[in-house]
Each structure stands twice: as C-alpha cells, then as structure tokens.
C-alpha cells in the first residue's frame, strides 16, 4: 500500500497494528501527536546534512503474548528528491498476518492537515481480439487482451496498460482422445504494480500440455501436466478432470 505525499515539503504521518488474522484487533494510541512550529518550518538537521527526508518519530511496541505489533511513524520530507520517501510499503506474511486500523495524513507546510481515507478506486477497460482455425485432425485458438487499469486514491492517480493472451492447439486422435498444449503470457507483468502489489500469485506465464478422453457422449475425462510463474517463483501442477455437458 502505498501513501503519497501532497506537498513538496510535508510531513507524512501514519499509524497502523499488524495484527495475526486469528487475533481480535485492537487500536493503541489512537491520538496523533502534536506537530511543533519549528519542525514545519524544518528544512534540514544538522545530524544529516543534505538528507532528502528523516524520521522526526518512530514508536514500536510489540506483544508476544498476543502476537500484536503497532507503528507509529513520523516522516519529514526536506526536499523534492525525498518525496519518494512519502511512498509507505508495509511488508506482512500473507496469510498470517494481517494489516489493521491503519490510519495516515499528511501536514503541509502551513499546517493544514490532510486525512487519507485510504481507499482506492480500480477502474479497468479490456479489449480482447480471437482467432480460430481448424483443419482436421488440427484445431488452434488464440485470444489477446488489451488490458487498461486506472488506480485512483486521495492521494494519487496512476493508470497502467499491459497484454494478456493464449494460444492452444488441438490433435484429435484415435479412440475419442485429443491431445493438446496451451500456452499463457502476460508480457512485462512484473513491471505493473498493480498485479506485483494486489495479485501476487497471478500467473504471468503457463505452459500446459494435456489428453482428453471423450469416453461418452458429453462427457470426458482431462489428465494436465502444467508449470507456472508468478513474481513468487515457479510451480508445478498435474490435474485430473472429469467434465459433463448438461442436455
């Protein structure tokens, strides 16, 4: 998730509990601390001259006992090449963890003060295009999709394109079986931040070989032997499949 900022010099203040999912959550500290004249004014600190941004405040405690941890972070942001430190990642293990009562505002220079509902809009527009062709014992399908996301917060407004698409091919074959191979490829998928950060398991690439038996009429049975690849890393599968078509 990330949280941007509204201002070339501002300070990026959030709260949030990581908490385990089989955990009931609660919220400590609830109250934001007080932001003093002289650090709106700050342009700098002597500690680190030159820095593009710094901690002015950072607060963790953890329960064991609970499996709790909260943050209390305070960014200052000194100059236009720190505001990428405005961009807040919160690392967790998915499925074990999970992200609650997070809160984040930023402070402008004049002090006033703008709260992030931290919602995000997710607008996608698809344009897909098909092809066929067939000739005994042959049979080829190919699609690809145009795919637009437009991501749009409080904060920020980010809009990405990417290419999606299969080819699969076809061999009747003697005995009601069809052989088949179907390749999937989503080209340049690790550079979207959309799927990298909201679909980490999307599989960028899939190669699928298989065998169909039509052992009655409207129904088959499908034995796939596919690999996968996510931005996780690589994985096998072998599936087994039995299919009807209802009258």
């Known amino acids: 998730m990330n949280i941007r900022r509204l201002a070339a010099v501002c300070t990026c203040v959030f709260m949030l509990t990581i908490a385990s999912l089989w955990r009931t959550p609660t919220v400590n500290g ?72 997070l809160k984040a505002r930023t402070i402008r220079p004049d002090g006033s003060i703008v709260n992030f509902p931290l919602t995000t809009e997710v607008r996608q527009d698809i344009y ?42 076809d061999r009747e074959l003697p005995h009601s079986l069809v052989a088949f191979g179907r390749v999937e490829d989503t080209p340049h998928a690790r550079r979207s931040g959309y799927l990298t950060g909201n679909h980490p398991d999307f599989e960028v690439r899939r190669l699928i070989l298989g065998l169909r038996w039509d052992f009655r009429p409207r129904q088959a049975l499908t034995v796939e032997v596919g690999r996968g690849e996510t931005s996780r890393g690589h994985q096998n599968e072998i599936r087994l499949q039995w299919s009807a078509a209802l009258p």
């Open 30 to 101: 609830d109250d934001w601390q007080p932001i003093s004249p002289e650090e709106l004014k700050m342009t700098g600190v002597a500690e680190a001259p030159g820095a593009p941004a710094v901690y002015l405040y950072r607060q963790v405690d953890r329960d064991d006992n609970t499996s709790r941890e909260y943050n209390y972070v305070r960014i200052k942001i000194l100059s236009g090449e720190g505001r990428k430190y405005a961009d807040i990642d919160i690392p967790f293990v998915k499925g074990n963890e999970s992200i609650q009562s």
């Open 128 to 169: 897909g295009a098909f092809a066929y062709w067939s000739q005994e014992p042959w049979r080829v399908v190919a699609t690809v999709y145009d795919v637009h996301i437009g991501l749009q917060s409080p904060a920020s407004t980010r809009n990405e394109r990417f290419f999606t698409g299969y080819v699969e091919a």
